[in-house]
Antibody, heavy 119, light 114 residues
Framework: QVQLVQSGAEVKKPGSSVKVSCKTS????????ITWVRQAPGQGLEWMGG????????NYAQKFQGRGAISADESTSTAYLELSSLRSDDTAVYYC????????????WGQGTLVTVSS | DIVMTQSPDSLAVSLGERATINCTSS????????????LAWYQQKPGQPPKLLIY???TRESGVPDRFSGSGSGTDFTLTISSLQAEDVAVYFC??????????FGPGTKVDIK
């Protein structure tokens, strides 16, 4: 079955960077877009960006352009999100999610990675 | 950018009763190319990632109980739980995807047992 397994929790200092991984299995990685969504404590869902591994180019929500970097390694079926210049309001659970085939919706999700930004 | 709103913010329903959640998009999410609405619904329980319930506004994801249904078109959508069960206590989000501009989520509606 489709699985997305994310890397573990991180604690970072303001101004630093974090890189979260999302290892997938159970489907052909290159053929489905992967997106990243974050959720601040007690808040809603915020789409950050995504990419189609087959094409190798990512698109980002305007808020994260220049600060976020999404990449993919087809050899390991793993997607990555790197967020730089971290601030305290970047403290959130970060999720990767697969875009389902032709449905414009996120049909499989990783378990989430808590990133805490604190001095 | 398309903005999604939901109402109510929260609701409490007796077991076995109907729960109705509304979602409004600031622009139509009906695709001219395939006549489908780019609107999905998710359920999120505490400590868990969201779970896809409904896509194309009214198509249930595989394995989702048929007490969950979606309706609407254009800018106004509804998620209905026909007979609330204890395991349905959760936060529900709507989401749009249109014109390759990425995904936007509604703020969420919390459903509890009365």
């Amino acid at each position: 079955q489709v699985q997305l397994v994310q890397s573990g929790a991180e604690v970072k200092k303001p101004g630093s960077s974090v890189k979260v991984s999302c290892k997938t299995s159970g489907y052909t990685f290159s053929r489905f877009a992967i997106t990243w969504v974050r959720q601040a404590p007690g808040q809603g869902l915020e789409w950050m960006g995504g990419m189609m591994p087959m094409f190798g180019t990512a698109n980002y929500a305007q808020k994260f352009q220049g600060r976020g970097a999404i990449s993919a390694d087809e050899s390991t079926s793993t997607a990555y999100l790197e967020l730089s210049s971290l601030r305290s309001d970047d403290t959130a659970v970060y999720y990767c999610a697969r875009v389902g085939p032709d449905i414009a919706a996120l049909d499989s999700w990783g378990q989430g990675t808590l990133v805490t930004v604190s001095s | 950018d398309i903005v999604m709103t939901q109402s109510p913010d929260s609701l409490a329903v007796s077991l076995g009763e109907r729960a109705t959640i509304n979602c409004t998009s600031s622009q139509s999410v009906l695709s001219n190319s395939n006549n489908k609405n780019f609107l999905a619904w998710y359920q999120q329980k505490p400590g868990q990632p969201p779970k896809l319930l409904i896509y194309w506004a009214s198509t249930r994801e595989s394995g989702v109980p048929d007490r969950f249904s979606g309706s609407g078109s254009g800018t106004d959508f509804t998620l209905t739980i026909s007979s609330l069960q204890a395991e349905d206590v959760a936060v529900y989000f709507c989401q749009q995807y249109y014109n390759n501009r990425g995904f936007t989520f509604g703020p969420g509606t919390k459903v509890d047992i009365k």
